[in-house]
């Protein structure tokens, strides 16, 4: 994640210790990090996106884990010291004890947040979802109207994904919008900026689509294409913070936004692109993402560097400790993910702006030329 109103404006946020190195708890280094775990709880879900990365739908899918197994990865997490967990899925509230498991990862003293489509949030689950202590509630938005509905694969997404957000700030719940920059979300950016204005929405997550489950089949933006969309969005960062707008926004699945962020401090002979550049080089960009400050466990309690690396399993929760799992496995794709600098070739290996963005995201080269090594096919900066 690339927090780019603390890199822009100088406003700092919650996550400066873990990600800049900067604060109370700040690790040594960024590469002793321990993970963000996206956690895949279910992978039923009520709605069939075109960009589900876990290729999702509305029926049981066999094998998941039962109670006493998700109880022991909580146990495992806490005592591991993960410095978030996140919730997700398919659709995490669809499944039947998610409230029960918030509950019992909240008192275990793990630190909570949710990625939902919105559909199943109702003043009363507002209200719970705060009362459990949910740090963050991020609902995914694909656009206005009938493009967010279009997305989800189902009218009236977009209207109940809006209410959420409403139940959620009427009930004190931090909220916050996730988007997947594609061309028809590109297309609505302006749109949905005024619409997180108009909300008071706190947080806004953008994504680069990542070549998993449904999202493979997407068309990929052209690289003037997510230059302009990164343009609009930090020209709004910039516009709200001078009119005293207080949102954090970050982009994600994409560490080159943070040699871009730099090119365009440079270019204006911003006095943010020194401090900028000392916090980008602290975190390393992708060095130190996916198998380091990230991990994933699936719905089959199957481990991986992230959640997008579903073909890469480098143990399973049922009959190993994801603790374990983390530290002592002898992949040799994840000893590579750890390693510094990163084997990585191509346009990658010669990029002057390396040392800034870290090889990009690992998993986009492994899922189109099956080689995690490769150039990043998602860079738009050269």
């Not at 997404?157 to 996730?178: E, I, M, S």
Request: glycine share 10%.
């Amino acid at each position: 994640m690339l927090n780019l109103t603390r890199l822009l404006c100088d406003v700092p946020q919650p996550a400066d210790a873990l990600r800049y190195g900067r604060g109370h708890g700040a690790p040594a280094s960024a590469s002793t990090r321990k993970p963000v775990v996206v956690w895949n709880i279910t992978r039923r879900c009520n709605l069939r996106c075109l960009h589900c990365y876990s290729d999702s739908e509305s029926r049981v899918y066999p094998g998941e884990l039962d109670w006493s197994q998700m109880m022991d990865v909580v146990d495992d997490l806490a005592g591991f010291g993960i410095p978030a967990l996140l919730f997700s899925g398919g659709e995490p509230m669809v499944h039947p004890l998610f409230y029960n498991l918030a509950e019992a990862a909240k008192t275990a003293g793990l630190r909570l947040t949710l990625s939902t489509n919105g559909t199943l949030i109702d003043a009363d689950a507002a209200c719970r979802l705060c009362e459990i202590g949910f740090a963050y509630v991020g609902i995914s938005l694909d656009g206005i109207g009938a493009t967010h509905d279009h997305f989800r694969g189902k009218t009236g997404a977009f209207d109940k994904a809006v209410a959420a957000f409403r139940h959620c700030k009427t009930a004190g719940q931090k909220v916050g919008l996730r988007l997947t920059l594609s061309r028809p979300t590109v297309n609505d950016l302006g749109g949905i900026l005024d619409f997180i204005e108009a909300e008071g929405i706190d947080r806004v997550c953008f994504y680069h689509l990542v070549y998993s489950g449904r999202g493979a089949n997407l068309a990929l933006l052209r690289p003037e294409e997510t230059r302009q969309a990164l343009d609009t969005i930090m020209d709004r960062v910039e516009d709200w913070h001078r009119r005293g707008i207080t949102k954090e926004v970050l982009t994600v699945d994409q560490p080159a936004d943070g040699a871009y962020l730099l090119h365009r401090l440079e270019e204006r002979q911003s006095p943010r692109y020194a401090p900028a550049r000392e916090l980008i080089e602290w975190n390393g960009g992708g060095a130190h993402g996916s198998g380091v400050s990230l991990a994933n466990i699936d719905t089959q309690g199957n481990v991986h560097p992230d959640q997008f690396w579903q073909s890469l399993t480098l143990g399973n929760v049922k009959t190993e400790r994801f603790s374990r799992i983390w530290t002592e496995s002898q992949d040799p794709v994840l000893r590579g993910l750890r390693t510094s600098p990163r084997p990585v070739s191509g346009k990658c290996e010669r990029c002057p702006d390396f040392k800034w963005c870290g090889g990009g995201f690992r998993v986009r080269a492994w899922q189109r030329f099956g080689d995690p090594w490769a150039e990043d096919p998602g860079c738009y900066l050269h």
